[in-house]
Structure formats: C-alpha cells, structure tokens
C-alpha cells in the first residue's frame, strides 16, 4: 500500500517527493484522500503538478 501523506508532509519531502503516494486532503467539510502516480512538476512549498489514480 502506497504512504498516506499529509501537507506538513510534502513541504518536508521538499525534492525529496516519490511517487506513488496517497494524498490525505484536509477539508473541513469533506475530508478526501487521492492517489498520486506520477509527478510532473514540483516546486517546493509552492507547486505540485502530477497525475492522480483515476483522472483520464
């Protein structure tokens, strides 16, 4: 099973990011996970580009 991350944890992976990895997103109202498969484009603390489990 893919790692469960959470934003703390990608701003500590800096460049250090690996695919795949499981996303926790933090919505109040409604609270996600999403599979990352790839990574396109990281910025560091700014930016993550990349393909996710189920996006065509």
Known sequence: MTPLL???DL???GRDLA???RFA???VTLPQEMEILEIHRL???KRLTAKR????
């Open 11 to 13: 701003r500590r992976a």
């Open 19 to 21: 695919a795949p990895f």
């Open 6 to 8: 959470t934003i703390a």
């Open 43 to 45: 910025l560091p603390g």
């Open 25 to 27: 997103l933090e919505a």
């Open 53 to 56: 489990a189920g996006a065509a």
